[in-house]
């Protein structure tokens, strides 16, 4: 029984002993088996099954793509039926948008919020825990179409009227709309999640000015995603009735409208662009500097860079619709924006160019990941750059110069970004160390197989080639360049099998990592590798953004950080609450312990979204029942937790 | 010597082959897609120099004064000096420059290109649908409108108004050589123009996923004088001649088992679904731009449709060898 006391109480400071460390360890560890396993609300295991899902869904999406790329190689092949094209093609947008880049960031977030920020979990464990499961679902929930053979496959953009029921009249779209609207949750809450635990699990001293780049990335995406996600749940929810329930919101023989499905997916769209970048963006200006041996150059001008992207990446959905008919003054104004959306860009790419120049870089594997990023996003950037100017965008878009701006743009900042961060955080993850050598050969295969295959579509983008069809002509002089994509993109996918062989080599045989392999300066690095289930023994305070250089940096030494010795929080499972902006230690919070409730709640809306698919009430009324069941057993007042409060004791508990 | 000459032939020779491709837009015929080519060219010259710049930096960056070996243990010292913040003011200063004048650039090519069509020397309406085009030429005077499929006849040097239509789903109109793209959406009319600047055949294609066969839904655009033109939309007016032998045959047939998608002007055909196939012998392709319109490939159209665009809505007919063998011999009448 918790006591009111034991919140009001000042913890006292000490330094990480034996019995302490085995006491947290017994209050935080995962409990053993399968059932423990479901259960966890670790963010470190959390994160890594993020990581590991999402990346199964890259060589899903992958092995998609390899399969329509046979079929362009030449024209008028004839491998694949039309039908067959365009599941592959949306299954291939959608796997890779929805369920690899924005997963993939959230399981690194995941995994290193809390460690970067000097705290024992996320706000919410449970809440994460959700997210993960609802992810989870969704994803096999989108799938389950497709392997019985009608998966989506009216674009991952999924325009109406090709959408709506008169054009589309299998369930193919409806799995589609339902699962999005799932996963739409599961992005939600873990947003939330992001947002209050950077409002309040900072480490004492972790001042907003403080913490690394990757944690304003993340945030400012989640904040984002809280704006946006509404949007396109609300799009396929109307498409959905439209589809099922007879409404005419689509339908522009009823009154409905084409143009509503493409505003409201838009307007979604377009900060998710920047949502499925801006954290990778973080993880590079997080861990590059490591590697030039200085702090990152303008860490303030970078950080507000990241959140100016967002706020304009809010007013430039339209640049999507350039061919639509809009009136010329709003093409204008949007134009304007897309282009100048490129100036918070520069500013992060003139702040690394920088930080190499001015550092003195040791070459390893995240190092040349994480420089080749800088090339890829320029190029990335300046096709982008191309698209946002109207009159040109109408000659460029719908054609395969927009397939490699947004190849240059997901790959080259999603996919080069995460694969260094592997090499990057492995250590820290598996406490193994990978293998250099290998990952040498890993990064030039993925590199010039990359650019082989996506650079030609520049080219067979201004020679008129439009996306989406399934074969085209000989005589459109796009026959070449179309080889020389397939070839490309089929050692970029020999690239990415390497760094599997390389994970899962390392994993088994690499040799072991210490705590700090590369020197880095952040409090992720002070924890063992891999970190105790509890994080840190003694909560850190921070006295700068990079507490593990300050005495090589001649910080004076009564401003230094203190890692050793800290705040004791050992009554039961605990964290530390400090105020937003200082982060000053304010409150003692309860954690929640492992529970199999998020899962269920998961799987009870995935009961409700299968009913809801075959238009089975019946389904519904019963996952529905579920659902309210599991939220309520989640909701029910734990006197462990706090949420009964006993009497104070009277017995002063000051440890 | 020899490196330059070599470079200097393969751009012609790839620059020649580039200009071949039949939806390429490095240049354009018309006052409505030369001024985007300017722009696109002067696009293409900042973006692949602002590459090259950013490429030379990050490499002299990397090479200029690289640390030790990384093993672990032996680390490179830390630089602990704070500067750099130099590189942010003069890079951002100068790129946001470049884009505003990119931006200024960009506004003044849409004002020029935007404005309503200057004397259109003709309407036409086009509607896209899953997956060929309807062509309605419009005109003032009722007995002067038609339809046709495909294939559209302008006068060269003179502006062309064009009213877009989604007739089932989006669909996007594209002639490379002449504009941009303009999409055709259900539940409203987009309004634009094109110019050719001389005669000849340019290619068009849809642009928006359409669909099964949206591969397959290109068009053709034949911009001829004015006077040819003029002799071209007559002649799309004339009734057919009366046909005779196996065609008439041909003719009873087509009414009864094609008539009820496809109309041929001045006969009991006239369904709405399908192509309209007056003057059928006039156009230099069939099926949306997909195969050429000679008899062999006609033949193997009407019989087996399905088979050259697999999901067209047209269904394979059940036809007798004769059946087909006759209607055929009709369609061939229709000059």
């Known amino acids: 029984m918790t006591s009111i006391d034991d919140y009001e109480r000042s913890p006292s400071i000490g330094q990480p002993s034996p019995a302490l460390t085995e006491k947290l360890k017994s209050l935080w560890e995962t409990k053993p088996g399968f059932i423990g396993w479901l259960g966890s609300v670790d963010h470190k295991e959390i994160g890594l099954r993020y990581i590991v899902t999402a990346f199964a869904f890259l060589v899903i999406g992958g092995i998609e793509a390899l399969i329509f790329r046979v079929q362009l190689a030449w024209s008028n092949m004839r491998l694949l039926t039309p039908e067959q094209y365009d599941q592959l093609f949306t299954m291939h947008g959608m796997t890779m948008i929805f369920l690899y880049a924005g997963p993939i960031l959230s399981g690194f977030s995941n995994y290193l919020w809390p460690l970067l920020l000097g705290s024992r979990d996320m706000a919410l464990p449970r809440l994460n825990a959700l997210s993960y499961w609802i992810f989870l679902c969704a994803g096999l929930f989108l799938y389950s179409s497709f392997l019985m053979g009608f998966g989506p496959n009216a674009g991952w953009f999924n325009y109406v009227p090709l959408a709506a029921r008169a054009y589309n009249n299998g369930p193919n779209i409806d799995i589609y709309s339902l699962g999005m609207i799932l996963l739409g949750i599961s992005t939600t809450v873990g947003a939330i999640n992001f947002i209050v635990t950077f409002l309040r699990l900072r480490c004492p001293g972790m001042s907003i000015n403080r913490v690394p780049i990757l944690i304003w990335g993340t945030l400012t995406a989640n904040a984002a995603n809280i704006f946006a996600i509404p949007s396109v749940s609300l799009a396929f929810l109307l498409l959905w009735m439209d589809r099922n329930l007879g409404t005419h919101f689509f339908d522009t023989t009823a009154g409905g409208s084409a143009m509503l499905w493409q505003h409201l997916f838009w307007m979604f769209g377009h900060p998710w662009v920047y949502a499925i970048v801006l954290p990778a963006m973080g993880m590079v200006s997080d861990g590059l500097p490591v590697f030039c041996r200085r702090p990152l150059v303008g860490y303030t001008a970078v950080a507000l860079a990241t959140v100016a992207t967002m706020v304009l990446g809010f007013g430039v959905w339209v640049h999507h619709m350039f061919a639509t008919g809009l009136p010329t003054i709003s093409l204008s104004f949007f134009s304007a924006a897309s282009i100048i959306i490129t100036v918070p860009s520069s500013v992060a790419v003139f702040a690394w160019l920088a930080t190499i120049w001015t550092g003195r870089p040791v070459f390893t594997t995240p190092f040349l990941f994480f420089v080749s990023f800088i090339l890829l996003f320029t190029i990335g950037g300046v096709s982008g750059f191309m698209t946002g100017s109207v009159p040109v965008d109408w000659q460029l878009t719908d054609t395969y110069f927009v397939v490699a701006h947004l190849h240059y743009v997901l790959i080259g900042i999603n996919v080069f970004p995460v694969a260094g961060a592997i090499y990057f955080w492995f250590p820290k993850f598996t406490g193994k160390l990978m293998d250099e050598r290998l990952g040498r050969w890993n990064f030039w295969t993925m590199f010039i197989g990359f650019n082989l295959g996506f650079f030609p579509m520049h080219i067979s983008g201004l020679l008129g080639m439009p996306r989406r069809i399934y074969t085209y002509p000989d005589s459109m002089g796009w026959d070449w360049l179309n080889l020389i994509t397939t070839i490309g993109s089929f050692l970029f996918g020999f690239g990415v099998l390497l760094l599997i062989y390389n994970v899962i080599r390392s994993v088994r045989h690499g040799p072991t990592a210490p705590a700090n392999p590369w020197d880095a300066p952040t409090l992720e690095w002070t924890t063992s590798s891999p970190p105790p289930p509890y994080n840190f023994a003694v909560i850190p305070v921070v006295a700068s953004r990079h507490p593990l250089w300050e005495e090589r940096l001649n910080q004076s030494e009564g401003s230094r950080s203190q890692i050793e010795t800290g705040l004791l929080l050992d009554h039961g499972k605990e964290a530390l609450g400090t105020t937003t902006l200082d982060a000053e230690p304010n409150i003692i919070l309860k954690m929640p312990d492992d529970t199999l409730v998020p899962l269920y709640l998961a799987l009870s809306m995935t009961v409700v979204a299968t009913g809801l698919g075959l238009v089975n009430w019946w389904v519904v009324a019963v996952g529905g029942a579920l659902t309210a069941t599991c939220i309520l057993a989640w909701l029910w007042p734990e006197a462990r937790l706090g949420e009964t409060a006993a009497p104070a004791t009277g017995e002063p508990r000051h440890g | ?335």
């Open chain 2, 1 to 335: 010597m020899r490196a330059v000459q070599v470079a200097i032939l393969s751009t012609v020779f790839l620059w020649s082959n580039a200009r071949a491709a039949p939806l390429q837009y490095l240049t354009g015929a018309g006052d409505k897609a030369t001024p985007v080519v300017f722009l696109t060219w002067g696009l293409i010259i900042i973006s692949i120099s602002v590459i090259l710049i950013i490429g030379l930096l990050l490499a002299g960056a990397i090479w200029r004064r690289p640390g030790e070996d990384w093993t672990p243990g032996a680390r490179t010292a830390l630089k602990s000096h704070e500067g750099g913040l130099n590189w942010l003011w003069i890079g951002v200063g100068i790129s946001t420059l470049v884009l505003l004048f990119s931006v200024v650039w960009t506004v003044k090519v849409l004002a020029e290109i935007q404005a309503p069509t200057p004397k259109p020397a003709v309407t036409i309406e086009i509607t896209g649908r899953q997956w060929w085009w309807q062509v309605r030429y419009l005109s003032d005077d009722n007995a002067r409108q038609f339809v046709t499929a495909n294939e559209i006849h302008i006068p060269v040097g003179a502006p062309v108004r064009l009213k877009l239509v989604g007739g089932d789903v989006i669909h996007s109109f594209w002639v490379p050589q002449l504009a941009g793209k303009m999409d055709a959406i259900p539940g409203q009319i987009n309004e634009t123009w094109f110019e050719a600047s001389a005669p000849g055949v340019y290619r068009g294609q849809c642009t928006e996923y359409c669909g099964l066969q949206h591969a397959h839904m290109s068009f053709l655009v034949v911009a001829q004088p004015a006077s040819e033109f003029r002799r071209w939309w007559d002649r799309q007016l004339a009734p057919p001649a009366p046909p005779t032998g196996r065609a008439q045959a041909g003719q009873t047939g087509f009414q009864m088992r094609c008539g009820s998608c496809h109309t041929v002007r001045g006969t009991e055909a006239a369904g709405a679904l399908g192509p309209d196939l007056s003057h059928l012998m006039q156009r230099a392709t069939i099926a949306a731009g997909q195969l050429p319109n000679n008899g062999p490939v006609l033949a193997h159209w009407i019989s087996d449709p399905q088979s050259m665009k697999p999901g067209a809505l047209m269904p394979t007919p059940s036809l007798t060898e004769t059946e087909l063998a006759n209607i055929h011999a009709y369609l061939k009448t229709l000059d």
